[in-house]
């Protein structure tokens, strides 16, 4: 890779990254996308599922949702077990007939991928970007690290979409920005199985030992998660404590019990909720994981990074065809209000379905929260609609 220059440098190939780098490419704009792991692993980077209604439309819409159209499992509801009793919410009765679908991430990210080789735009893996510099000129600048040395990229603009940990947002002067941050005392252990989904919709699981989510990815493929501590170590969970442990949270007077099989992939994730604000700094702009994070029980981790590149693209391709600015100088505020909802549902969704504690007032308005949910229309609407996603494309206005 020689030094370059382009009109956007483009930090991460997730999706975020690559769906931002495809929306401009459609437009004419210049991108160049630097990823620091190898193709192979991104494309197998196992993580979120569940793709809310106006996201996959809008995927579809961008032309790189053959695919998921073709094989995303299309789900009216979701279950909620409660100590083995079900309860069905049934998202598309209560949310005008809108439907979640579920495709794993990694096959967006291939999806993605694909029609950034067809298209013949630059893209590099293995290569990291170890340093950003002139945020506030009109030349900001990346070094990028390969195993032939070092190259500078250069453009108007420098997305950072590089996830939690990433290079961009630590490179903005301390006190320019600030981090909101809560950590909750669970983690996430997750699995994806060669075992046919038992179920047919999700079901997120409060039981006496702890959380357990059903999740799925094919006809042939299974995705479970269980709540466990926040220090718990991968190892001391031998597959067959795993599923010893998901069938007991999991069980039911009223269904069968789980399908087991080979297990392909396994990991834990701390749940964390974190908010930088603004998103941008002169020219650096942030997006996706890199700006906010969820814990997954909301599955709006994925949404989220997409919604913000929805609101960057046209914000960029706006500057580029009239010169208006209008949009970028407002990008942060726009997508702030729709983290803040995804931020409050998926703290409102984890402090719900986990355990939470000894304190016995807690464990009490957590079941009354329960309780309500799967007994009040009205109430089972608002999770219906926030889970299944509000509406894309509500840019702020000055009144915000
Ligand atoms: P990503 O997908 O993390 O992509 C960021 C990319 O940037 C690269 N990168 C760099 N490249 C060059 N130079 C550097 N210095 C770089 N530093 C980093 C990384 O290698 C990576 O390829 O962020 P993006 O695009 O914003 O997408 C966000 C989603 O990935 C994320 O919100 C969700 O996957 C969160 N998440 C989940 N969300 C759900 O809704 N449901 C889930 O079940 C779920 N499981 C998860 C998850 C996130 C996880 N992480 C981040 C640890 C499971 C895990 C393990
Ligand atoms: C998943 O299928 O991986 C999944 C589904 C729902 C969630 C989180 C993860 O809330």
């Given at each position: 890779?020689?030094?370059?220059?382009?009109?956007?440098?483009?930090?991460?190939?997730?999706?975020?990254g690559?769906?931002?780098?495809?929306?401009?490419e459609?437009?004419?704009?210049?991108?160049?996308?630097?990823?620091?792991?190898?193709?192979?692993?991104?494309?197998?980077?196992?993580?979120?599922?569940?793709?809310?209604?106006?996201?996959?439309?809008?995927l579809?819409?961008?032309?790189?949702?053959?695919?998921?159209?073709?094989?995303?499992?299309?789900?009216?509801?979701?279950?909620?077990?409660?100590d083995?009793?079900?309860?069905?919410?049934?998202?598309s009765?209560l949310?005008?007939?809108?439907?979640?679908?579920?495709?794993?991430?990694?096959?967006?990210v291939?999806d993605l991928i694909?029609?950034r080789?067809?298209?013949?735009?630059?893209?590099?893996?293995?290569?990291?970007?170890?340093?950003?510099?002139?945020?506030?000129?009109?030349?900001?600048?990346?070094?990028?690290?390969?195993s032939?040395?070092?190259?500078?990229?250069?453009?108007?603009y420098?997305?950072?979409?590089?996830?939690?940990?990433?290079?961009?947002?630590?490179?903005?002067?301390?006190?320019?920005?600030?981090?909101?941050e809560?950590?909750?005392?669970?983690?996430?252990?997750?699995?994806?199985?060669e075992?046919?989904?038992?179920?047919?919709?999700?079901?997120y699981?409060r039981?006496?030992?702890?959380?357990?989510l059903?999740?799925?990815?094919?006809?042939?493929?299974?995705?479970?998660?269980?709540?466990?501590?926040?220090?718990?170590?991968?190892?001391?969970?031998?597959?067959?404590?795993?599923w010893?442990?998901?069938?007991?949270?999991?069980a039911s007077?009223q269904?069968a019990?789980?399908?087991?099989?080979p297990?392909?992939?396994?990991?834990?994730?701390?749940?964390r909720?974190?908010?930088?604000?603004?998103?941008?700094?002169?020219?650096?702009?942030?997006?996706?994981?890199?700006?906010?994070?969820?814990?997954?029980?909301?599955?709006?981790?994925l949404?989220?990074?997409?919604?913000?590149?929805?609101?960057?693209?046209?914000?960029?391709?706006?500057?580029?065809?009239?010169?208006?600015?209008?949009g970028?100088?407002?990008?942060?505020?726009?997508?702030?209000?729709?983290?803040?909802?995804?931020?409050?549902?998926?703290?409102?969704?984890?402090?719900?379905?986990?355990q939470?504690g000894?304190?016995?007032?807690?464990?009490?308005?957590?079941?009354?929260?329960?309780?309500?949910?799967?007994?009040?229309e009205?109430a089972?609407?608002?999770?219906?609609?926030?889970?299944?996603?509000?509406?894309l494309?509500?840019?702020?206005?000055?009144?915000?």
């Amino acid at each position: 890779m020689e030094s370059v220059r382009t009109q956007v440098v483009i930090i991460g190939a997730g999706p975020a990254g690559l769906l931002l780098g495809h929306l401009l490419e459609l437009e004419g704009v210049d991108t160049v996308i630097v990823e620091t792991r190898s193709l192979d692993y991104v494309q197998q980077r196992v993580r979120a599922g569940v793709i809310e209604y106006g996201i996959a439309n809008f995927l579809e819409a961008s032309g790189v949702g053959t695919r998921m159209r073709a094989e995303g499992l299309v789900h009216h509801g979701i279950e909620f077990r409660l100590d083995g009793a079900s309860h069905r919410i049934a998202l598309s009765d209560l949310y005008d007939g809108r439907a979640i679908t579920v495709y794993g991430q990694q096959e967006i990210v291939k999806d993605l991928i694909a029609a950034r080789l067809t298209s013949g735009a630059p893209l590099f893996f293995d290569a990291t970007v170890t340093a950003v510099v002139g945020h506030s000129t009109e030349r900001p600048t990346v070094t990028v690290r390969t195993s032939d040395g070092d190259r500078e990229v250069s453009g108007d603009y420098v997305i950072g979409c590089d996830g939690s940990h990433g290079v961009a947002s630590a490179s903005v002067p301390t006190g320019v920005l600030r981090r909101y941050e809560r950590v909750y005392p669970f983690s996430w252990l997750g699995i994806l199985a060669e075992a046919p989904p038992a179920a047919e919709e999700l079901i997120y699981c409060r039981h006496p030992q702890g959380f357990a989510l059903y999740s799925m990815r094919s006809p042939t493929l299974s995705r479970l998660y269980l709540g466990v501590r926040p220090d718990e170590v991968l190892d001391a969970w031998s597959d067959e404590r795993i599923w010893d442990e998901l069938t007991t949270r999991l069980a039911s007077d009223q269904s069968a019990s789980i399908t087991q099989g080979p297990i392909i992939e396994r990991g834990i994730t701390p749940m964390r909720s974190v908010v930088v604000a603004p998103m941008r700094y002169g020219r650096l702009v942030l997006a996706g994981d890199a700006a906010h994070i969820v814990p997954p029980t909301g599955a709006k981790g994925l949404n989220l990074a997409i919604s913000d590149v929805t609101v960057l693209a046209e914000a960029l391709i706006d500057s580029y065809r009239s010169g208006n600015r209008s949009g970028l100088a407002e990008y942060s505020r726009t997508c702030l209000r729709r983290v803040w909802r995804a931020e409050h549902f998926s703290y409102w969704m984890t402090t719900m379905l986990h355990q939470l504690g000894e304190d016995p007032f807690d464990n009490q308005l957590q079941l009354s929260q329960l309780r309500y949910i799967v007994s009040s229309e009205a109430a089972a609407r608002t999770l219906a609609e926030n889970y299944v996603g509000l509406p894309l494309g509500h840019r702020a206005v000055a009144a915000d």
